[in-house]
């Protein structure tokens, strides 16, 4: 399975902030959305990070309820770890796993064509391990 096959399914909606909203601005669009991370877009409307709740907590731990004040570029992650609509799901949860991201971006030409999560992806692995089983017990079974 492929990336693009996850996007197909979840969608392609992306959400994102400006690197000079404020923290607490970015806190309510992932608890309406109920998301895990958003984009950060420079002033070009480009991809200038990503800031997810981890990069918040760390903030909120080190500079307490004072952190929701602080600027989105000043906590985000900067220039994000993306994949490829052509990636196979093993290959995206490698990266996942070893660069310790939990939202890749999906890029391709430049554009941003959504975000897979680890959850997507896990998902989609658990999907397709109960297709192998069934197969295999339909084998057994004929």
Known sequence: M???QILQSKG???YAVSENDAIA?????LNDKNIGAVLVRNDKDGIAGILSERDIVRRLGEKGADALAMRVKD????DPFTCSPDASIDDVMAQMTEKRVRHLPVMAGGKILGVVSIGDVV????????????????????
Do not use: D, F, H
């Open 75 to 78: 906590c985000m992650t900067p």
């Open 123 to 142: 998902k989609r692995k658990i999907e397709q391990a109960e297709k192998e089983a069934e197969a295999l017990k339909e084998y057994i079974a004929s």
């Open 2 to 4: 492929k990336v693009e």
């Open 12 to 14: 392609t909606e992306v």
């Open 25 to 29: 601005n970015a806190v309510a669009i």
